[in-house]
Each structure stands twice: as structure tokens, then as C-alpha cells.
């Protein structure tokens, strides 16, 4: 399974920016036709700083703080069939004055879909996306510090077959009622400070669930010329395990607010309920202002 992740990853990764320019055929030396294909990139990066003297009368605390992002699409459309492809990469940092650097942000996401039309807004798909983090979290409130996840631990890997909702560009919804997923814990070290292990059995890396449904759910707009919003749900349900409470419920929510060509304000917000990690809803949000590139052949 190992190795069929780490082929997977570079292939999901690869299928997004295959497209990102015109090929040119070696032995007719003739440019291909990419007319099929819809790309879009964006690339940012957001540095804040604050600094107080010693005798500062109201307070605080000298930190810097990093973020960046990375986001890329790749579709092709060609009469009933598509084949969409998504990578998204956040990662920030933080570090306060007598403190330890911490994370703010940390996601790799990646989502490949082939679909087939059946009618103007309805088709059959199959897809696969992954789900996990680049490097080590801790939980800050134990001294010291505890490692509580890590570079797939957990990971998640889902694939799904089902019905599509697609009426435009900007919105997708995907039914899935066959949607296999694999959870990976790989540093069985986690164990010690999570409880559940994110639900894999103690002493083993991957949990496999075959019968469970999946929808999945996206929504990209520009609401004007210089603010666009992204969100995207997703909910996973086994039916071995079926219940309310056992329900696994993702709303990730991106505003990017352009003042420059270069120049935007983003708000990131990560909204997650899954019993296999806690009994509670989580949630984190950061907002930025910095640097963001973006380049379309979108017209």
C-alpha cells in the first residue's frame, strides 16, 4: 500500500500542471491541440511581523509570521467526457518571542475525476482524492510538547463512484453511494497520544473501509472582478458503522480579496467533524495580506 501511495501522489500531482503549457510533438514538430483543457495557477505568499518596545504601557508580543499557498487545476472536456484535476498546497508558520515556532496552516489536497455525461448537467464519475499534512503537530498544552500528527498520520485516501451534479463551471456535486477510503497512521509513535489513532487499530498503519458513501460538494465564484469565494464540503459515511454521530463532516472556505494585481487579502477557514479524531466540531481560520500570483487560459 506504501508503494502504491507513493505512486499515486507524484501522478495526482503531475495530472494537474501536465497541461500547464502547449506540448510540441518530436516528430512532427507540430504543437498539439490543448483547446480541450481549462488551466488555471495561483501561487501566495503573506509575511506578517509585530514588534513592541519593553515599556509598550498596553501589552504584547513580538512575532513573525509566514504563510504560503498553492493551487493549480487542469480540465479537460472533450463531447460526453471530462477529467478534472485539482492540487492545493497551504502551509504557514508562526513564532512568537519566548516561544517554540508553530504551525498555522498545513493541507495537501488532491483530486482527480474522470466523468461522463449522461445529460446536459448529469454524468457518472469516478474519482480519488488525498487528504493529509506536511509536517509534524503538537499538542502545545503538554510540557513538553506531544506529537499528535505528522506526514500521513493521518493521511486519507478515498476514491469514489457515483452520480454528478454539474449545471456550470463554478458548481459540482458529487454523489458517491461505492466510495472506498484508506486512513494511514505511518508513525505508529502517534498511538501514544491519540487515543483513537484517528481510527486505525492500534498497532496497524492503514484502516480500510470498502462500503460507505461520499458526497462531495464545490463551489467556485467570482462574486466581482477582484473577490472570488471557494468553498468545498465533504461527508463520508460507512455503512458498517452508520449513524448520526459517526458522520464525517469537512467545510474548507477560501476569500481572496485582490487589491493589486499582486496584491490580495485571503481568509482560509477549515471547519471538521469526525468522531475518529474528536467528539467535538474543530475549526481554524487565518487571514492574511500579501503576494498572490494567478495565471488562467480561462477567457
Known amino acids: 500500500m506504501k508503494k502504491f501511495l507513493a505512486i499515486l501522489l507524484p501522478i495526482l500531482t503531475i495530472s494537474v500542471f501536465s497541461y500547464a503549457q502547449d506540448e510540441v510533438d518530436s516528430l512532427t514538430q507540430t504543437t498539439k491541440d490543448t483547446t480541450y483543457w481549462s488551466k488555471e495557477f495561483s501561487a501566495g505568499l503573506n509575511f506578517n511581523q509585530a514588534a513592541f518596545s519593553s515599556n509598550w504601557s498596553a501589552g504584547g508580543v513580538n512575532s513573525v509570521a509566514l504563510g504560503s499557498i498553492v493551487a493549480g487545476k487542469a480540465n479537460y472536456a472533450k463531447e460526453r467526457w471530462t477529467w478534472d ?7 504557514g508558520i508562526v513564532k512568537n518571542e519566548g516561544e517554540e515556532s508553530r504551525k498555522s496552516n498545513d493541507r495537501i489536497f488532491l483530486d482527480s475525476k474522470v466523468g461522463y455525461k449522461l445529460s446536459k448537467n448529469w454524468g457518472t464519475y469516478f474519482s480519488a482524492n488525498f487528504l493529509t499534512q506536511f509536517a509534524d503537530g503538537y499538542d502545545y498544552d503538554e510540557d513538553p510538547r506531544t506529537l499528535i500528527s505528522g506526514f500521513m498520520s493521518p493521511g486519507y485516501l478515498t476514491t469514489s463512484l457515483g452520480i454528478e451534479y454539474k449545471p456550470n463551471d463554478e458548481f459540482n456535486l458529487r454523489i458517491g453511494p461505492f ?9 505508529e509513535s502517534i498511538s501514544d497520544n491519540v487515543e483513537d489513532n484517528y481510527g486505525v487499530p492500534i498497532g496497524q498503519t492503514v484502516r480500510t473501509e470498502w462500503l460507505a458513501l461520499q458526497i462531495f460538494a464545490q463551489w467556485d465564484k467570482d462574486i466581482a472582478e477582484n473577490f472570488n469565494i471557494k468553498t468545498r464540503y465533504q461527508m463520508y ?7 448520526f454521530k459517526n458522520i464525517d463532516h469537512r467545510l474548507d472556505v477560501t476569500l481572496t480579496a485582490k487589491i493589486t494585481e499582486i496584491i490580495s487579502v485571503t481568509f482560509t477557514s477549515i471547519n471538521l467533524y469526525d468522531i475518529d479524531q474528536d ?11 500579501g503576494l498572490l500570483y ?6
Do not use: C, H
Request: hydrophobic share 30%; aromatic share 16%; no cysteine.
Open 279 to 289: 467528539s467535538d466540531i474543530q475549526y481554524s481560520q487565518g487571514l492574511s495580506l
Open 179 to 187: 466510495s472506498p477510503r484508506w486512513t494511514f497512521v505511518t508513525d
Open 294 to 299: 494567478k495565471v488562467s487560459n480561462k477567457k
Open 237 to 243: 459515511a460507512n455503512y458498517e458503522t452508520f449513524s
Open 85 to 91: 484535476n485539482e492540487m492545493e498546497l497551504l502551509y
